[in-house]
């Protein structure tokens, strides 16, 4: 097996401190290197489901983006919840996780099921109350998300409804 690429504390991650034989880097002139055992389980959750972050403000000193992984354990739902004001973006790693919503565009609110195959996106707007699934009995459902904001914001709530359009703005 080869070496890695880059060496933990090379200056990568602004919250490292200062050495006396090297300054650390300012934010926006390196990349920052966020390795897999590395990922902070400090984030915002939701019952039934844990969220990793990976790139955050608190993580890499982000100022408009946040993303990470989530991990539904099999035969569990989260809680029902929605984003604020962050658009949110999934990518289906792996496992069949099922995405529910309330659809209420017609006379009455309709419960909507999307199910999802590994290499799938979902796009979740802002203020959209929903909750993830995994049927599975078995396997771990493991997705990827990226959002508009910094850190992760979560509102868990009572049910799964629509929001009043005066709550969205």
């Known amino acids: 097996m080869s070496e890695p690429l880059t060496t933990p504390g090379e200056g990568f991650h602004p919250h490292l401190h200062d050495t006396q034989d090297r300054p650390a880097a300012p934010l926006r002139t390196r990349l920052h290197h966020v390795r897999a055992d ?4 400090e984030t915002a959750q939701s019952g039934g489901m844990r969220r990793f972050a990976a790139v955050s ?4 000193g982000s100022e408009k ?8 354990a099999p ?11 962050s658009e949110t973006a ?5 496992g069949h996780p099922e995405f529910v919503f309330l659809d209420d565009t017609g006379d009455r609110p309709e419960e909507v099921r999307l199910r999802t195959a590994p290499g799938d996106y979902i796009f979740v707007p802002p203020y959209v109350p929903h909750r993830e699934e ?3 009995p078995t396997e771990e459902a493991v997705v990827v998300i990226a959002r ?3 850190e992760a914001i979560v509102v868990n ?6 929001l009043p359009a005066d709550d969205t703005e």
């Open 38 to 41: 590395a990922l902070d389980g």
């Open 57 to 60: 403000g608190r993580t890499v």
């Open 65 to 72: 983006l946040w993303m990470g992984q989530t991990h539904v």
């Open 75 to 85: 035969a569990t739902a989260s809680s029902d919840h929605h984003h604020g004001a």
């Open 90 to 94: 999934i990518y289906v790693v792996s």
């Open 134 to 136: 995994n049927p599975d």
């Open 148 to 150: 508009s904001t910094q």
């Open 157 to 162: 709530l009572p049910g799964l409804y629509a």
